[in-house]
């Protein structure tokens, strides 16, 4: 049976972007995994997103997105007594972006933080079914903040090692998830960090930012970092506009970006960017030489740049065609 299929699993939540004039605001749907699991079917990619969304507006307007982009959602969950997260994204003096905090919640918790085990147990013969196809199973370490989505998570990626399912994990690092959750608040930063660290040693490729590469190896090298995991994972360093930095199948480089003058919004960039990258793995193969290695690189970057040309992570992304077209502009 042929693996061509992708597991997104994680948060889908709402970005409340502040508007430039600090006046008033737009949501944007959005949360890495879902991001992710959009991208790759724009990208031509089957995608499986299991989550879960609060019943509510919000909740309804994800599955239309989800629906519309025919992302599979048959491990999709939805929590009557706790509402879909909504971030609240403000500007700094600069205009730059950061996370403030979250609107409140209908209960103690938001859903994605209670993703249950036990309703994915009542449907194991589908999940396994479900990992006999798959080649990558995607997730991040935000949910690791409450304890029931973790537990979850770990489930699902012993599960699909089982099956051979290779694992991605974005780091995203997101410490305002820690600091306003009911389950994680009283945790410090260094126990947090140990425990995501921990979690990494199950990756066969890890993504990260270079900033997340600082904080959690003190090191810029993916080499390096890929020795301190148990896994020895390919490794991928991403330092938005500048150079991506790559460790991946025993070759070591850096790859320019494509740059524009026309950036509106980078939210969402670093999902295409990742969605884009595991597309190249499974249309083209794994690459096996550096010239290969770049090409997979120099793609997934025009995904993240054309998200950056509107507002919005998943309205944003662009289809395959599109990214071939900007490839091929910058050939010519």
């Known amino acids: 049976m042929k693996k061509n299929k992708v597991v997104c699993i994680g948060e889908a ?76 994204v403000d500007r700094d003096q600069a205009g730059d972006r950061f996370f403030s905090g979250f609107e409140a919640k209908s209960h103690s918790y938001f859903a ?19 990992f006999q196809e798959t080649k990558y199973l995607v997730t991040g370490t935000i949910l690791l903040s409450s304890p029931t989505s973790a537990e979850t998570i770990f489930f699902l990626v012993e599960k699909a090692k089982k099956f051979q399912v290779k694992i991605i994990i974005d780091l995203n690092w997101r410490e305002v998830f820690w600091d306003y959750s009911n389950f994680s608040s009283e945790i410090s930063k260094t126990a947090r960090v140990n425990l995501i ?17 600082n904080l959690f190896f003190e090191d810029e090298d993916p080499s390096l970092i890929s020795q301190l995991l148990s896994n020895r994972p390919d490794v991928i360093i991403t ?24 950036i509106v919004d980078t939210t969402g960039a670093g999902d295409a960017f990742l969605a884009g990258l595991i597309s190249k793995f499974i249309s083209s193969s794994y690459p096996s030489n550096e010239l ?41």
């Not at 749907?29 to 879960?52: H, M, Q, T």
């Open 112 to 130: 994605d933080e209670a993703l249950s085990k036990k309703l994915i147990e009542n449907k194991l013969p589908d999940l396994e079914k479900l």
């Open 13 to 88: 939540l709402v970005d409340r972007i502040r508007n430039k004039s600090n006046q008033g605001f737009t949501d944007f749907l959005g949360g890495a995994p879902a991001n992710v699991a959009c991208a790759l079917r724009k990208l031509n990619v089957d995608s499986i997103f299991i989550g879960r969304l609060g019943s509510d507006d919000f909740g309804k307007k994800f599955i239309s997105q989800f629906n519309e982009l025919e992302v599979n959602l048959d491990f999709l969950q939805l929590d009557k007594d706790s509402s879909t997260r909504v971030v609240n």
């Open 197 to 213: 660290k921990n979690f990494l040693n199950h990756a066969h490729i890890l993504k990260l930012a270079k900033e997340e590469a």
């Open 292 to 332: 290969e290695i770049e090409d997979c690189i120099k793609f997934a970057s025009v995904c993240g740049l054309l998200t950056c040309l509107g507002e919005g992570a998943i309205e944003q992304q662009p289809y395959y065609e599109k990214v071939n077209k900007f490839l091929g502009s910058l050939i010519s």
């Open 239 to 262: 330092d938005g506009k500048n150079p991506v930095a790559w460790y991946i199948n025993r070759f070591k480089g850096i790859t320019k970006t494509p740059i524009s003058q026309k």
